[in-house]
C-alpha cells in the first residue's frame, strides 16, 4: 500500500531533550515536506527537500533540523524542543514531474513539549 | 508575496449543496489544491486545477479563475461525513511549495 509513515503518533517531551520524528515513504517521491498545523494558522511548512541531500527552509525553520540521507526517509530533528513547538506535525511527499503531483500527507505527530 | 483567504467556518443541511471559496495571491502560480482534512487527521487530496474552468469529481466539484485569483469547491448532496476542513493550496511555479490557506470548517447538519 503506497503510504507516508511517521513515528511516534504522539510525544509528550519536556523542554531541551532532544527528539526526533521519523518520516518515511514507499512511492519513490523525490519531494517531501514537513509542515505544522496549529489552530487558526493552518498548515505551515518548516522544511522541504527536493531530493536526496537537498533540503531548504520553509516558513517556519527556526528550532527544526532535518536530512534526506534517502530517497524514502525524512527525519525531523527538534534539538532542544521549547513548548511553542507544541504542535501537530504533518510530513508529506508527493512527484516533481507530471500533472497533480499532489502531496500525500503521514498521519501526523502530536507533539506536546512542556 | 503569497497570501489565501477562505472563510473561517460555513454550516449547511444534510442533502444540500455548499460552495466553500477560495481567493489567493501569488507571485507565480502553478495550480491550486483542494484538501479535505478530518479533525485530527491528515488531509486528503480532492482536486486540482491549474487551467480556468471547472473539473468534476463524482459529488465534488472544483472551479477556478486565474485572472481573478479565485477558486470554489462546489459540495453536492451532502452527508454527515463530509463535516470537515476544506483546504485550499497553491503551489508556488518557483519552488514547488505549496501555500495553504488557513482552512475552512464545515458543519453538516441533519
Known amino acids: 500500500e503506497a503510504q507516508v509513515t511517521q513515528n511516534p503518533r504522539y510525544l509528550i517531551t519536556v523542554t531541551g531533550k532532544k527528539l526526533t520524528v521519523t518520516c518515511s515513504q514507499n512511492m519513490n517521491h523525490e519531494y517531501m515536506s514537513w509542515y505544522r498545523q496549529d489552530p487558526g494558522l493552518g498548515l505551515r511548512q518548516i522544511y522541504y527537500s527536493m531530493n536526496v541531500e537537498v533540503t531548504d527552509k520553509g516558513d517556519v525553520p527556526e528550532g527544526y533540523k532535518v536530512s534526506r540521507k534517502e530517497k524514502r526517509n525524512f527525519p525531523l530533528i527538534l534539538e532542544s524542543p521549547s513548548p511553542n513547538q507544541t504542535s501537530l506535525y504533518f510530513c508529506?511527499?508527493?512527484?516533481?514531474?507530471?500533472?497533480?503531483?499532489?502531496?500525500?500527507f503521514g498521519p501526523g505527530t502530536r507533539l506536546t513539549v512542556l | 508575496g503569497q497570501n489565501i483567504d477562505q472563510p473561517t467556518e460555513m454550516t449547511a443541511t444534510e442533502g444540500a449543496i455548499v460552495q466553500i471559496n477560495c481567493t489567493y495571491q501569488t507571485s507565480g502560480f502553478n495550480g491550486l489544491f483542494w484538501y479535505q482534512q478530518h479533525a485530527g487527521e491528515a488531509p486528503t487530496f480532492l482536486s486540482y486545477n491549474v487551467l480556468d474552468g471547472l473539473e468534476e469529481k463524482g459529488r465534488f466539484s472544483s472551479f477556478l479563475s486565474r485572472s481573478k485569483g479565485y477558486s470554489y469547491l462546489l459540495l453536492k448532496e451532502l452527508q454527515m461525513k463530509d463535516s470537515a476542513s476544506y483546504l485550499c493550496?497553491?503551489?508556488?511555479?518557483?519552488?514547488?511549495?505549496?501555500?495553504f490557506g488557513t482552512g475552512t470548517r464545515l458543519q453538516v447538519f441533519p
Open positions: 493550496a497553491v503551489r508556488d511555479y518557483n519552488t514547488d511549495k505549496l501555500i
Open positions: 508529506a511527499s508527493s512527484r516533481t514531474t507530471g500533472d497533480y503531483n499532489e502531496q500525500f
